[in-house]
């Protein structure tokens, strides 16, 4: 999760997650990660352009997990 990364919607997100057997969240900084991690990462991308705490950067990040894995088994969850 960097603020310069791609800004994606629930079901490009969705994607992401689909046919993965593990996957790494980073949560940067208000100034993002550094440049020489964030480029060895597969890919970047940015809850939005708003700055917020990391406690509810990552209660964001758990809801947009969930919603992915609604999305990818058919529940409406994600409506």
């Known amino acids: 999760m960097h603020p ?4 994606i ?3 490009e997100f969705s994607k992401l ?3 993965r057997i593990q996957v790494k969240f980073f949560i940067g900084g208000a100034y993002g990660l550094e440049d020489t ?3 060895q990462c597969d ?5 939005g ?4 705490s ?12 969930y919603r992915a ?5 058919n529940h409406p969850y994600h409506k």
Not at 49 to 52: E, F, N, Q
Not at 54 to 65: D, G, N, S, Y
């Open 4 to 7: 310069d990364g791609k800004i």
């Open 9 to 11: 919607d629930s079901f």
């Open 17 to 19: 997650l689909a046919d």
């Open 37 to 39: 991690f964030v480029r």
């Open 43 to 47: 890919q970047a991308v940015s809850l």
């Open 49 to 52: 352009r708003i700055t917020m």
């Open 54 to 65: 990391h406690k509810i950067a990552k209660a964001v990040l758990l809801e947009q997990i």
């Open 69 to 73: 894995f609604s999305i990818l088994s």
